[in-house]
Structure formats: structure tokens, C-alpha cells
């Protein structure tokens, strides 16, 4: 631009000298002249300011990259927390899932045990109304037969919630007979009046005998003791069938010598096992 401006004075100066040049032109050219000159001092400011403008873009470009810097540093040191923070909570959920598990397998197994302990319950509950049943009947038993316990004819036995009344054979047989004599009677009769209410029980009627072997005439009907045993224990369940006793409930059984609850060396030990035993025993 200062090259222009020069080239051109130094063409006017020349005209001017040479003096092919009118007074006009020459007017026209100095205003020309001052115009450039006027253009480079706009160009210069003009040029200054943009310098200047540039100069504070690039301290905001310098600034917005440290700021970027900045933000990056952040963001690392973000990403690593997030990081840092979901490797936590991941192994926190972990420990927090295996606790639910183990929390979960405790629990089954206390629900299995209250399950256990109601079943427990239950039966006991069952257990103690089917004592206290027996417990009952065993009382009734008891007064009905006074007059037997007291002769030694009658014992009563309750073990368990398994009731026994124990007859010596004398009480309902002649020696040697199967057939329950009429005083025999009148004293099942007794117990009938008391079993004809229990209704959650079987009652086995038990035959038993000494140790002394059945010889002469009688052993042509009965060979063993087996055989008396058990035909006392069917007639005695006939009987108490045909007092109304739910023939279902009941069942006769022979064991002839083979449970003696006494010696069968004297005399009385092989009474007390010649007997007939009514039994309440829990329903098959």
C-alpha cells in the first residue's frame, strides 16, 4: 500500500515538473493521493483493531482450553468415581443378594420347623384329648368295678392312653370251661356299660393261661392252652358284641402261656396269669 501511495506521488511530482500536467489534474491527484493516504490510515486502525481483537481470542481460546483442561480433569476423575462408585454399590448388591439368600434359606427353615412344631402340636393336642378320653373311661372303670378291685377279682391299668382291665379267669369260668358262667356275666355287663360309649377305640379281648398243660378228656377239645385261651376270648367278644359294642372295633386273641405276668412256680403266680384281658388300644 506505501509502495502505491509513493509511485503515484513521485508520477505527479514528475507531471508537475514537466509541466505537462494542469493545475486541475494535478488537484485531482493530490485529493486522490490524500484519499489513499487517508484509506491506509483507516487499513492501519482497522488492522489494529482486528490485531487487538485477535490478541483477545486467542486469550479466550487459551482460556476456554484450560477450562476444557479443567473439565476433562473433572470428567476423568468423574468417570473413575462412577467407576469406583458402581464397583461399590455393585459389591455392596452383592453381599446385600447373598444376605437376602442366606436370610431367605433361615427363613424356610424356621417355616419348616414352625410347620413341625404345629404338627407336633397337633398330635399332642390329639394325644391329650385321647388321654383324657381314656382318663375318663378309666375313672367310670373304676367306680363301675369297685366291688371287683376290691376282691383282687378286677385290676385296672392305664398306661400311655392304653386302658386294661385284667379279669382272673375264676370270675368268668369254671376251671376248665370256655363258656362265661352267669356270675361271669353280670360282671362284663359292667364294663359294657361303660365301653358302649367309647367310640374312638378298638378293644382287643386278650385269652391267657398258666403254664400247666390240658390233659384227660378236656385236651380232646382243647389240645394246648392256645386253643382254651382263645376260645375264652371269643366267647367273652361274642358277649360283647351281642350287647351292642360295634363288632368292628373289636378283635379276640389267644396267647395261651406265652405272657404270664407272674411266676408260674406257685400257685398264685399261675392265677394271676390265667386271666382275660380287655384292652383300649388306639384304632388301626
Known amino acids: 500500500m506505501k509502495r502505491k501511495l509513493f509511485v503515484c506521488l513521485s508520477a505527479l511530482f514528475c507531471l508537475a515538473l514537466s509541466g505537462c500536467v494542469t493545475s486541475g489534474t494535478y488537484k485531482q491527484k493530490q485529493m486522490e ?20 481483537e485477535n490478541d483477545q481470542l486467542k486469550n479466550e481460546v487459551k482460556r476456554l482450553d484450560g477450562e476444557v483442561a479443567t473439565l476433562t480433569g473433572e470428567r476423568n476423575a468423574l468417570t473413575a468415581d462412577k467407576k469406583g462408585l458402581e464397583e461399590s454399590l455393585r459389591s455392596t448388591a452383592d453381599a446385600k443378594n447373598q444376605k437376602i439368600g442366606e436370610l431367605s434359606r433361615k427363613l424356610g427353615d424356621v417355616e419348616g420347623e414352625n410347620k413341625r412344631l404345629k404338627d407336633d402340636i397337633a398330635g399332642l393336642q390329639k394325644q391329650k384329648e ?36 385284667n379279669m382272673v379267669d375264676s370270675v368268668l369260668f369254671d376251671s376248665g370251661k370256655a363258656e362265661v358262667k352267669p356270675e361271669g356275666l353280670v360282671v362284663l355287663q359292667k364294663v359294657v356299660d361303660i365301653l358302649k360309649n367309647v367310640k374312638d377305640k378298638a378293644v382287643r379281648i386278650e385269652g391267657h393261661t398258666d403254664n400247666v398243660q390240658i390233659v384227660g378228656q378236656l385236651a380232646k377239645r382243647y389240645p394246648t392252652n392256645w386253643e382254651l385261651s382263645a376260645a375264652r376270648a371269643l366267647n367273652v367278644t361274642r358277649y360283647l358284641q351281642q350287647q351292642g359294642l360295634d363288632p368292628a372295633l373289636l378283635a379276640a386273641v389267644g396267647y395261651g402261656e406265652y405272657k404270664p405276668v407272674a411266676s408260674n412256680d406257685t400257685d398264685e403266680g399261675r392265677a394271676k396269669n390265667r386271666r382275660i384281658e380287655i384292652v383300649l388300644v388306639a384304632k388301626e
Open 33 to 52: 493521493a490524500e484519499n489513499l493516504e487517508k484509506n491506509l490510515k483507516d487499513q492501519r486502525g482497522q488492522y489494529n483493531i482486528l490485531m487487538g
Open 130 to 165: 385321647e388321654v383324657q378320653k381314656t382318663s375318663k373311661t378309666y375313672g367310670d372303670l373304676l367306680e363301675q368295678m369297685k366291688g371287683e378291685i376290691a376282691k383282687g377279682q378286677v385290676t385296672i391299668s392305664e398306661l400311655k392312653g392304653k386302658l386294661t382291665v
